[in-house]
């Protein structure tokens, strides 16, 4: 300890300004090769450098609080765009009072509006239920949900447009998503680019990677979303602790009621035609997909469920192409 006491006196002699515990804790295990816990270094701070404590405390950031008054009071939406660059763009959603995932889908992009407003059209035909207010980011591929959040509620303020760091529901999602299973599809796809499996500038590629991967990922997301939606999360300051599944049915058992509203049916099937979406695309190429599930059915190749499986399909699927004549 009085070594630690040491090395703390010397940086805040030598230090230029008054820096706070964790960047002093970065500098010696750093500086002096010391692994030191930043708890310790907060408390010597405390003692020999009383005054610096003092000032930080006084220009602290205070978090926001986050409050919502029960399920659909607000819902959070955003598109993923991490694995993008293989052409898979992935788009969810979060009830802001049960964490519950309301959405978790993907497709071709996240830029089209009509897709984006698919997805909230489903949602809100399934459970008959439009949230009270949308918060999402001012981006044009959001103008359809802004259109149909005052069409179903009346309202100007049933939308809220908000940067990502303040559309915290779905960010704090997003980054545990990515730990847990984007991660590894990057590095997986990366894998086959390094082998020159996979050639981004090949349509051919692309399509076939589409056709064999995306109904793979799909999979997996509902997966996610069915154990995300059923784990327990914690208590907070700002809202209840238990199964989003749960808190989002059930919100009377805790004391609070579901704000959303419910849209009639005449507004739903407007809405439907409005935005005259059967089905969001799963493809760029129409003609190369019919023809790769030709291939499939020729050949009784069965749709695979795991991705090395479809790795192997995929190689194949490359190889009937290419003997028809195509450019891989």
């Not at 010597?44 to 205070?62: A, H, K, T, Y």
Request: net charge negative.
């Amino acid at each position: 300890m009085n070594d630690l006491r040491n090395i703390i006196l010397n940086e805040l002699q030598t230090s230029n300004s008054k820096v706070g515990y964790r960047q002093m804790t970065e500098f010696i295990n750093l500086r002096y090769n010391v692994l030191v816990a930043k708890e310790k270094v907060r408390r010597l701070l405390r003692i020999l450098d009383p005054e610096g404590v003092q000032d930080r405390s006084r220009n602290v950031i205070r978090r926001r609080i986050y409050e919502t008054m029960g399920p659909n009071d607000v819902c959070h939406i955003d598109g993923n765009d991490k694995l993008k660059k293989w052409g898979f763009c992935i788009h969810g959603a979060v009830d802001g009072f049960s964490r519950k995932l309301l959405w978790l889908k993907v497709s071709t992009t996240n830029n089209d509006p009509a897709i984006i407003a698919k997805f909230y059209i489903e949602f809100v035909t399934k459970t008959k239920i439009v949230p009270k207010v949308v918060r999402m980011d001012r981006g044009t591929e959001n103008i359809y949900i802004q259109d149909l959040q005052v069409f179903f509620t009346n309202s100007d303020d049933s939308f809220l447009y908000a940067t990502s760091t303040r559309n915290q529901r779905i960010e704090s999602f997003w980054s545990r998503l990515k730990k847990y299973r984007l991660s590894w599809w990057i590095h997986f796809f990366e894998e086959m680019e390094k082998q020159g499996l996979f050639k981004s500038y090949m349509e051919t590629h692309i399509e076939t990677l589409l056709f064999v991967f995306l109904p793979i990922l799909q999979n997996e997301l509902n997966e996610f979303a069915r154990v995300w939606n059923s784990r327990n999360v914690r208590q907070s300051a700002s809202a209840p602790g238990g199964k989003p599944d749960i808190l989002y049915v059930m919100p009377q058992e805790i004391g609070f009621e579901n704000q959303g509203l419910v849209p009639s049916e005449d507004d739903l099937g407007v809405a439907a035609d409005v935005i005259g979406l059967d089905h969001c695309p799963v493809s760029k190429n129409e003609d190369l997909y019919e023809l790769l599930e030709c291939y499939c059915q020729i050949e009784n190749i069965l749709r695979p469920s795991d991705a090395l499986t479809g790795l192997d399909i995929y190689i194949t699927l490359l190889e009937y192409l290419e003997n028809d004549g195509f450019d891989i």
